[in-house]
């Protein structure tokens, strides 16, 4: 009779299974960062899909918090993720080891909202190097910014916080935040200490971040030692709330984190601003891509596509605090206010629309600034030796196998913090 009752529950839970089993033809896997969409848009485009294509689907939305983790689901575990939101740098490895599927941008009598992306999206998206692949055929930009110098401008004039040389002053020790980011601090600093060989043409913008060799690395490593002393902490997401505080003076961050802390700061009748220095640094993207392993192609490329409308775009950007690789009229309108900013060359995102735009040079620098910034690249073999260096200049001393346990724990503990107050920390954190 035991065994009865048992096969009789296996019969019925397998039923049951088989009842509840997820109808991929009609369901949208959506992975994406944290905090980084209008969570209200993801029922209307359910709607929206409905009415453009004759289907239902319904969207299953999840998050990721480091690049290297969702990857990792895709790359090693097969996870059958339709859309997902990955960094500049994870395209490329995506890309070279053929782990995404081309994007179709016939959408029927759909118009295609994809030609709303910016040119300099396009054209930033055309050196990530994909084993000859084009990522603008397998990737759509969706959003962007930059790396530089959050700093309070009772303490720090504008001057100052225009070059990374000011990091050695040593009256900022103890009020200077870095982001415990080594890729992009490492991409920033090899293009500005090598600033003089790229003016005179010795040396490329758009090489030096794939230069990942001991000499480079050496050169980096050499000028983060000359400020280290002053840094009171290598943050991943405090950084900002320290500066809205006063607790901290600067803070190398992105532009994104810099915006809400500015925004935050007013409130309190604390002033902070945002500069990029003038030898250079980075703009940094993210972008959707239809993974490899992905089961429903259709409705994944129309999710992408219903992203580029512009009152979409334009909802995202109010929603999370970043900017949008969505460019045109619509977008430069809404971003145009002639009462709090100065005209500057936008002309590089909106065309000559934008050459003389009043908008906010946190989100859109001037296109004298974006010349000098080059992007991440992914560095293959190297990255190992880059976190090493990383982890001699911020003076830690654990073995890797101690480094990748701790890291771990951490993560898992920070999610579920994330977890606990994303409701309260919305357009706080990206990366």
Same mark, same amino acid.
């Given at each position: ?263 935050? *700061?007013?409130?309190?009748? !604390?002033?902070? $601003?945002? /500069? ?5 640094? +980075? =703009? ?103 976190? *090493?260096?990383?982890?001699? !200049?911020?003076? $830690?001393? /654990? ?5 990748? +346990? =701790? ?25």
């Amino acid at each position: 009779m035991r065994k009865f009752f048992l096969s009789l529950a296996v019969i019925l839970s397998a039923g049951m299974c088989s009842l509840f089993a997820i109808d991929r033809e009609h369901t949208l896997k959506v992975y994406n960062w944290a905090d980084y969409i209008d969570e209200s848009l993801i029922a209307e485009f359910e709607q929206w899909y409905e009415e453009q294509t004759g289907e239902p689907v319904k969207i299953v939305y999840q998050l990721f918090d480091i690049n290297e983790i969702m990857l990792s689901k895709i790359e090693l575990g097969h996870e059958d993720f339709d859309v997902v939101c990955p960094s500049e740098y994870i395209i490329e490895r995506m890309l070279r080891s053929d782990l995404l599927l081309p994007i179709d941008r016939d959408f029927g009598d759909t118009p295609d909202y994809t030609v709303n992306v910016a040119p300099y999206m396009k054209q930033m998206f055309n050196l990530i190097q994909g084993s000859g692949k084009n990522a603008n055929d397998y990737a759509v930009p969706y959003m962007w910014g930059t790396v530089g110098m959050l700093y309070n401008t009772q303490y720090v004039t504008r001057e100052e916080a225009s070059t990374w040389y000011t990091l050695k002053d040593p009256k900022w020790a103890g009020k200077l935040f870095v982001k415990d980011a080594f890729r992009d601090v490492y991409t920033s600093l090899i293009i500005a200490l090598n600033r003089d060989a790229i003016d005179r043409g010795e040396k490329d913008i758009t090489q030096l971040p794939f230069d990942a060799s001991d000499e480079a690395i050496a050169q980096v490593e050499t000028f983060l030692n000359t400020f280290k002393d002053n840094v009171s902490g290598w943050e991943a997401d405090f950084g900002k709330e320290r500066m809205t505080q006063e607790k901290a003076w600067i803070n190398v961050s992105w532009s994104g984190d810099a915006q809400w802390a500015i925004d935050e *700061a007013e409130e309190v009748g !604390v002033s902070l $601003d945002y /500069a990029v220095p003038k030898e250079g640094s +980075i =703009v940094w993207f993210d972008g959707w891509v239809i993974p490899k392993y992905a089961k429903n192609v259709k409705a994944a490329r129309y999710f992408i596509n219903f992203m580029c409308m512009p009152e979409n775009a334009l909802r995202n950007m109010d929603e999370i605090g970043y900017v949008s690789a969505i460019g045109g009229p619509e977008i430069l309108a809404a971003q145009t206010d002639s009462t709090a900013f100065e005209p500057e060359d936008a002309s590089y995102f909106f065309g000559e629309a934008g050459r003389a735009a009043c908008i906010n040079p946190v989100m859109y620098p001037d296109a004298s600034i974006i010349a000098r910034c080059g992007m991440m690249h992914d560095n293959g073999d190297r990255t190992e030796n880059l976190l *090493a260096m990383w982890s001699r !200049v911020k003076g $830690d001393s /654990a073995t890797g196998m101690t480094y990748i +346990i =701790v890291v771990s724990v951490a993560f898992a503990l920070v999610l579920l913090y994330l977890i606990s107050v994303r409701k309260k920390n919305k357009k706080k954190h990206r990366r």
